[in-house]
Every structure is written in structure tokens, then in C-alpha cells.
Nanobody, 124 residues
């Protein structure tokens, strides 16, 4: 089992920044992939960003590319999502997730482990 705990959400004005954290504990895998997803009210959960724990690759949804940065701190078992130039359409519950392999990293149904989510609200 892998336990994930997100933090860092909140209310921010459009154009502002927030940093989300995801602390992982429990069983880990050498090829683990960590992803961030979000779900707005009335919409499906969508891919935001992903990073491989050991390989160093990362990927972003087109809607956040150039504004969001995913990173990791192996010593702290923590993944971060730095969000800048926030827009009202970024408002959603943000979830951290983990899966043991890199295939289909952009599909939420491929992830085995999920955090509880953290609310991000961007006011215009």
C-alpha cells in the first residue's frame, strides 16, 4: 500500500501562485510514477502533470504547460506542483496519485493509489 497526503490548496486571486505538496509513505516501487489530477464541479477528473520517481521524466497537460511545474524531493518522499499564473478555470479539487508503471500515465483509471484531494479556488 501507498499512502498519499496532499496539502497546500487554498484561495488565490487570478494571476497568483500556489504550491501543492503530496507526501508519500508506505510501499514504494522503483518505477513508480506520481501524477496530479484535478476535478472541477460537474466535470471529469483530468490529468494535470506526472513525474517518474527515478527516471526524471515529466509530462504536462497542454492547459497547464508553461504555468505549472511538477517536481520531487526523494529524501522527503514528496512531490510538488508549483502553480503560477493561475486562472479561474484552474479551480478544482487537486488529487495526487501513484502507479507502479509509466504506461498510460495520463489516465486516472490507471492509478492505484490516491490522496484525499485539496481544493484550489482561483478568484477572478
Amino acid at each position: 500500500q501507498v499512502q498519499l497526503v496532499e496539502s497546500g490548496g487554498g484561495l488565490v486571486q487570478a494571476g497568483g501562485s500556489l504550491r501543492l505538496s503530496c507526501a508519500a509513505s508506505g510501499r514504494t516501487f522503483s518505477g513508480i510514477v506520481m501524477g496530479w489530477f484535478r476535478q472541477a464541479i460537474g466535470k471529469e477528473r483530468e490529468f494535470v502533470a506526472a513525474i517518474s520517481w527515478n527516471g526524471g521524466w515529466r509530462s504536462y497537460a497542454d492547459s497547464v504547460k508553461g504555468r505549472f511545474t511538477i517536481s520531487k524531493d526523494n529524501a522527503k518522499n514528496t512531490v510538488y506542483l508549483q502553480m503560477s499564473s493561475l486562472k479561474s478555470e484552474d479551480t478544482a479539487v487537486y488529487y495526487c496519485a501513484a502507479k507502479p508503471m509509466a504506461t498510460y500515465y495520463y489516465r486516472p483509471d490507471e492509478y492505484h493509489y490516491w490522496g484525499q484531494g485539496t481544493q484550489v479556488t482561483v478568484s477572478s
